[in-house]
């Protein structure tokens, strides 16, 4: 029992002075993500979502829609300045319907760091575009996400995905 006594403060003195925080790389590199999506972008997916479906929890909350029009013919350009910042940009519907009414004219984002919205400017007309996610960036996949709106009430989302050229 004696020993017992000082072993456990000893142990104890052993594993308080044993522990040290630990050094953690980063996670990820800094990514420019707004350098990253300058280029030419080709429409390879588009996920329509019934929002009102999701929020009530019903299974059929989602349909591929890319083969029900001639998505593919969309072609997506954003060009950047030489410091990387977002200039202009392009769209070239072909066949396919629009998701947004402006074809051509400047692009910002809300946050160069982490972008949630892209918003497209022409003149006085502007369409905001969101982020679906910045994962694919870094292997040529561009996750852009148009919800349509009725009062105010997300009613139906478009999930697109591009492939850049």
């Given amino acids: 029992m004696k020993t017992l006594k000082y072993i456990l403060p000893v142990i104890c003195i052993l594993c308080f002075w044993s522990c040290k925080p630990e050094k953690f790389a980063p996670i990820t590199t800094d990514t420019n993500v707004v350098k ?42 954003f060009l950047g300045d030489a410091q990387g910042n977002p200039s202009t940009f392009s769209i070239t519907n072909g066949n396919s319907p629009k ?3 402006l074809t051509s004219g400047n692009w910002t984002v809300d946050n160069a760091q982490a972008p949630v919205t892209i918003t497209l400017k022409n003149g006085t007309a502007q369409s905001q575009l969101s982020f679906g996610t910045y994962v694919g960036l870094k292997s040529g996949k561009l996750n852009i996400k148009k919800v349509k709106m009725v009062n105010g009430k997300a009613v139906l989302s478009y999930q697109y995905e591009f492939t850049k050229k």
Avoid at 53 to 77: C, E, H, M, R
């Fill in 36 to 77: 990253q999506m300058q280029g030419t972008w080709a429409l390879t997916s588009v996920i329509q979502v019934d929002e009102d479906a999701s929020t009530k929890g019903f299974p059929y909350k989602q349909v591929n829609i890319t083969n029900v029009y001639p998505y593919k013919d969309l072609v997506l350009t």
């Fill in 99 to 101: 998701i947004t009414d």
